[in-house]
């Protein structure tokens, strides 16, 4: 292990994954929570889909990234500590990293394993960069991570849109926790999928090699490992469509027949044509983004946008 890495397991509490379970399961519609998606298959069905023609979000953003990050740099200043919630294979802070000089990184990823591999493997690149690899649910404990992190201002990275899959409330309270563990000198730069085309929005989930249908489904075999359950993955029906008075995608797994499946200790009926809420993924205009941010505490400090407005990156500072 190099010097200028180190790795901390936060454990999430079986229990408490179960009781979100079996609370969505009980609800009207069901929904299992999107976290469940990332097991090791997920996590490599999401980098295949991100390669697919008709998910361009990933493109999108890496282009900005890419050609922006000098600009980008000037904006959110050099030297900061950089805390990446959901940092995947920490590929996007590598387009950044050079501009940015950051002194220390710290990624957070719920799936621990190659969390460890992708943030090791980039401490060995940058031996100058100090690395603070966090394996934990950063919904339930991200303010555990505080006396973890090194010294330095911190500029909270969230690339990748994943701000979309929370409810507009959500979205703001998620923010507002960035916001109050960055302090009154920390930064936020944050990627989003912008309104545009409704048909061009619904294509990117509906892929025709059928990868975000493998992703969606894949999500019921987790839920059984993690749960001792047996959903039948063949049961189900992947369904996505764009929604324009929400602003947003949403992914169901629609049951095929009439079906029980046991999970975490307990019985739940699926009649046929019965759907289970898998994921939102909001699309939101530059501003009405801006706003958001802003209730959150977040001052607007720059904005970066691709060809079409199709996906935006913006920077705030504490406001
Ligand atoms: C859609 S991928 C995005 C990865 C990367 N940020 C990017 O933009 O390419 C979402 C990542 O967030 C992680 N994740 C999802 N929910 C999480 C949670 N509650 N806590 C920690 N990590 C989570 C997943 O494991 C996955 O690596």
Not at 128 to 140: N, Q, S, W, Y
Request: net charge negative; glycine share 10%.
């Amino acid at each position: 292990m190099t010097d200028n890495f180190r790795f901390h397991l936060i454990p999430a509490s079986p229990t408490d994954l179960a009781a979100e379970a079996l609370a969505g399961l009980r609800a009207r519609p069901k929904r299992l929570p999107c976290k469940l998606f990332y097991d090791e298959a997920g996590l490599a069905l999401f980098e295949a889909i991100c390669a697919t023609p008709e998910y361009d979000l990933c493109r999108n953003e890496t282009a900005l990234l890419r050609t922006q990050a000098a600009s980008i740099a000037d904006a959110v200043g050099r030297g900061a500590c950089l805390v990446e919630p959901g940092a995947g294979g920490c590929e996007k802070v590598g387009l950044l990293l050079d501009a940015l000089a950051p002194a220390a990184y710290a990624p957070l990823d719920i799936a621990g394993e190659s969390l460890e591999r992708a943030a090791q493997a980039l401490a060995a690149r940058r031996p100058g960069l100090r690395v603070t690899a966090c394996a934990m649910d950063f919904l339930a404990d991200l303010e555990r991570i505080a006396p973890l992190l090194p010294d330095g201002r911190r500029v909270f990275f969230y690339p990748g849109s994943s701000i979309g899959n929370f409810t507009p409330e959500e979205a703001i309270a998620l923010l507002a926790r960035f916001r109050r563990l960055a302090g009154t000198d920390g930064g936020l730069l944050i990627g989003f999928d912008c309104k545009k085309h409704p048909g061009r929005i619904s294509r990117a989930y509906n892929d025709e090699q059928g990868l975000t249908a493998r992703f969606n489904l894949n999500l019921l075999g987790h839920a059984n490992r993690l749960l001792d359950g047996n959903f039948d993955p063949g049961g189900f029906a992947h369904h996505a469509f764009y929604e324009p008075v929400e602003g947003r995608i949403e992914m169901h797994l629609v049951s095929l027949r009439d079906q029980t499946v046991r999970i975490a200790g307990d019985e739940i009926s699926f009649p046929r044509g019965e759907t289970l809420h898998t994921e939102n993924s909001y699309k939101y205009l530059p501003g009405e983004f801006a706003a958001l941010a802003g209730a959150a505490g977040w001052a607007p400090a720059g904005e970066w946008l691709a060809e079409e407005a199709a996906f935006a990156v913006q920077h705030f500072r504490a406001a």
